[in-house]
């Protein structure tokens, strides 16, 4: 990520106030102990990818994996995958005290995507499928219109 994609997003400087100082000071520490635990869960997602696919081989019939055993292991690395960028977007936040706006609808948009592979459509009803379609459309199209804004400042700057 570079600075390009950061400005524009960062928060107000904080105001001379002490009151205010003191609980930007108490948020950040709560963003680190985030990261730490963060770090956690990815350690730990890691160890359950180890397990599930540990499980799926060791399970009838010995060492080969059905499709839906590979979705089990794929879902179990895109959830470690989101927890990552998650972890990411904690440390954008605590070194450009910025909320990485691209970043997160790319979390997010991982995440819907996540759904979908898990998805077993015979047990969904078509609600379901529409609000999914809705969100993964609203999703797209967030991410496309701030890249193509990211772009358009990218040409008006070469072109000076």
């Given at each position: 990520m570079d600075a390009e994609d950061i400005k524009g997003e960062a928060l107000p400087p904080p105001v001379e106030d002490r009151l205010i100082w003191f609980l930007h000071k108490v948020i950040h520490f709560a963003v680190r102990i985030l990261a730490v635990l963060m770090t956690l869960v990815i350690l730990w997602g890691v160890a359950d990818v180890f397990y599930v696919m540990y499980q799926r081989l060791l399970a009838e019939p010995f060492m080969l994996l059905t499709v839906s055993?590979?979705?089990?292991?794929?879902?179990?690395?895109?959830?470690v995958l989101i927890a990552i960028e998650i972890f990411?977007?904690?440390t954008v936040y605590i070194k450009h005290d910025a909320l990485p706006i691209k970043m997160v609808i790319a979390t997010a948009l991982?995440?819907?995507?996540?759904?979908?592979?898990?998805?077993?459509?015979k047990d969904i009803e078509w609600p379901y499928?529409?609000?999914?379609?809705v969100v993964i459309v609203a999703l797209g199209l967030?991410?496309?219109l701030i890249s193509y804004k990211h772009q358009s400042r990218i040409v008006k700057n070469d072109s000076r």
């Open positions: 055993d590979i979705l089990v292991v794929f879902g179990s690395f895109m959830s990411i977007n904690i991982m995440a819907i995507a996540r759904r979908v592979i898990m998805l077993d459509v499928l529409m609000a999914i379609a967030t991410y496309w």
